[in-house]
Nanobody
Framework: QVQLVESGGGSVQPGGSLRLSCAAS????????MGWYRQALGKQRELVGDVTSGGSTRYADSVKGRFTVSGDIAKNTLYLQMNSLKPEDTAVYYC???????????????WGQGTQVTVSS
């Protein structure tokens, strides 16, 4: 059984910073991609940023220069450093992993339970 657990959400004033963490556990053979999505109230879930096992990253245009995805996929951990937060960053943030669970050979997408980030004065 594979689980992704996020932590680090909360409330912050505009211009502030938060760091989210994600830990994957279970019988994992290989993780190909880990990343973060977010879903604001009444909107579709959208990519924030992700990183491949080879180290390639991509970000949504709206967070480039402010957010950084980092971690150690080999150790099943991922972080999202969020700086210069804006009210429009308010959303539930979800960790995801595209991984191969042991003993299969297929890749599946797993999601964390989500953590709320609220940016407000």
């Amino acid at each position: 059984q594979v689980q992704l657990v996020e932590s680090g959400g909360g409330s912050v004033q505009p211009g502030g910073s938060l760091r989210l963490s994600c830990a994957a556990s279970g019988t994992i053979f290989r993780i190909n991609v880990m990343g973060w999505y977010r879903q604001a109230l009444g909107k579709q879930r959208e990519l924030v940023g992700d990183v491949t096992s080879g180290g390639s990253t991509r970000y949504a245009d709206s967070v480039k220069g402010r957010f950084t995805v980092s971690g150690d996929i080999a150790k099943n951990t991922l972080y999202l450093q969020m700086n210069s937060l804006k009210p429009e960053d308010t959303a539930v943030y979800y960790c995801l992993a595209d991984l191969v669970p042991f003993p299969t050979t297929s890749t599946y997408r797993y999601w964390g339970q989500g953590t709320q980030v609220t940016v407000s004065s």
